[in-house]
């Protein structure tokens, strides 16, 4: 598998683009490979996808552990390399432990998930895979979370499952050509193991 789009430069940019390129360089681990180098093919949307994905990164009202579990998760269930790749070293600095993101990256229900883990789990998995969430669900989500890291959770999972189609789509690779850390599932495969 190839990436379908060149490597876009900083050189190549037009001068217009170029602030918004200094602001991915100072959060991107990748440069402006990873997700940026197919959005920059489109400034306006990237702009605003960036400040959108600047609030769910780093201003959001959901904690970090659990921001990054929710953006494991919705790697796994895309299969996405890269941002699997990419958010793995974010998570464990944010204190996700590696127990938990191993058998998530095996689609197993992690069994040493903390209580919020687990609702964050199970919050996501519902609404990813069956685009709903049950009512005792969202009260429990809303009862420990508040209604704000709900909503604030939700548009997480959303946008990363658009982050998900934009590297699947354009192919996005290991940097360096190392490993992909995820087995390639079928979605039914994905969802029966991730829903048991």
Not at 39 to 46: C, I, N, Q, T, V
Not at 124 to 145: F, G, I, T, Y
Request: aromatic share 6%; charged share 20%; with cysteine.
């Amino acid at each position: 598998m190839s990436e379908r789009l060149e490597q876009i430069t900083y050189a190549s940019l037009p001068d217009a683009v170029r602030p918004l390129a200094d602001d991915i360089l100072k959060v991107s681990s990748a440069a402006l490979g990873g997700p940026y180098n197919a959005l920059l093919r489109s400034p306006d949307m990237a702009r605003r996808a960036f400040d959108f994905l600047d609030y769910l990164r780093f201003k959001t009202s959901v904690n970090k552990r659990l921001n990054e579990l929710a953006i494991l998760i919705q790697a796994r269930i895309a299969n996405a390399q890269y941002e699997w790749w990419a958010h793995e070293t974010i998570a464990r600095k944010a204190g996700l432990s590696d127990a938990v993101m191993r058998e998530l990256q095996q689609c197993q229900r992690p069994a040493s998930m903390q209580a919020d883990e687990r609702l964050v789990y199970d919050y996501c998995v519902q609404l990813s895979l069956n685009h709903r969430v049950p009512d005792a669900l969202w009260q429990e989500a809303v009862d420990k979370m508040g209604e704000q890291a709900v909503v604030d959770l939700t548009v997480l999972s959303g946008t990363y499952v658009m982050v998900s189609m934009l590297l699947n789509a354009t192919q996005v690779g290991i940097p360096g050509g190392g490993p992909e850390p995820l087995e390639v599932l079928s979605p039914l495969e994905i969802r029966q193991r991730l829903l048991a």
